[in-house]
T-cell receptor, first 118, second 111 residues
Framework: GAVVSQHPSRVICKSGTSVKIECRSL??????MFWYRQFPKKSLMLMAT?????????EQGVEKDKFLINHASLTLSTLTVTSAHPEDSSFYIC??????????????FGPGTRLLVL | SQQGEEDPQALSIQEGENATMNCSYK?????LQWYRQNSGRGLVHLIL?????REKHSGRLRVTLDTSKKSSSLLITASRAADTASYFC???????????FGEGTQLTVNP
């Protein structure tokens, strides 16, 4: 099946710094990538949807200046948490759709990135 | 708003037993998908069932869909300790729309 990787798997940073998380589709082209946030023992909350080469579409309540998303190529999307604060600590998961593949309805998920802001 | 609600929130069984998880949703859907998430990891796609399908099988997994009741169930037969994980249902209203996740069921299979 299709593979999505994320880097880093976990990161600890100081309050006020910015953190970049990379999401890559390893063996398929992802025209659409999704970024989710998950709190402990909770479901996934969609933050934004990004299409290659265009601006991301953010969900209501998600600050676009806080969570910068770039989808510059068909295999890479990045999420930058700017001026991170302790309340940004969470598990961030990316996902990608292979619209050209046999399983177009399936979203493939990365392993997640655990962010801890001190 | 959350489309899916899952029942039960937590389920603990013995190895070898069957596990049944239910998912209810509110609007008409194009398809419903089940995912598994091991603790601290990403989601793994298990099975997709379309709105015109009533039942699908994949190995030890059996998924049913009742569109009149807006509900789906996931049955894991002959459970193993390795099946311990959170299970989420997710719906798509149309083929191009986003996935909306339920709250999940935490399954614990005791050896």
């Amino acid at each position: 099946g299709a593979v999505v990787s994320q880097h880093p798997s976990r990161v600890i940073c100081k309050s006020g710094t910015s953190v970049k998380i990379e999401c890559r589709s390893l063996d398929f082209q992802a025209t659409t990538m999704f970024w989710y946030r998950q709190f402990p023992k909770k479901s996934l909350m969609l933050m934004a949807t990004s299409n290659e080469g265009s601006k991301a579409t953010y969900e209501q309540g998600v600050e676009k200046d806080k969570f910068l998303i770039n989808h510059a190529s068909l295999t890479l999307s990045t999420l930058t948490v700017t001026s991170a604060h302790p309340e940004d600590s969470s598990f961030y998961i990316c996902s990608a759709r292979d619209l050209a593949g046999a399983y177009q309805e399936t979203q493939y998920f990365g392993p997640g990135t655990r962010l801890l802001v001190l | 708003s959350q489309q899916g609600e899952e029942d039960p929130q937590a389920l603990s069984i013995q190895e070898g037993e069957n596990a049944t998880m239910n998912c209810s949703y509110k609007t008409s859907i194009n398809n419903l998908q089940w995912y598994r998430q091991n603790s601290g990891r990403g989601l793994v796609h298990l099975i997709l069932i379309r709105s015109n399908e009533r039942e699908k099988h994949s190995g030890r997994l059996r998924v049913t869909l009742d569109t009149s009741k807006k509900s789906s169930s996931l049955l894991i037969t002959a459970s193993r300790a390795a099946d311990t994980a959170s299970y989420f249902c997710a719906t798509r209203v149309t083929s191009g729309s986003r996935l909306t996740f339920g709250e999940g069921t935490q399954l614990t299979v005791n050896p």
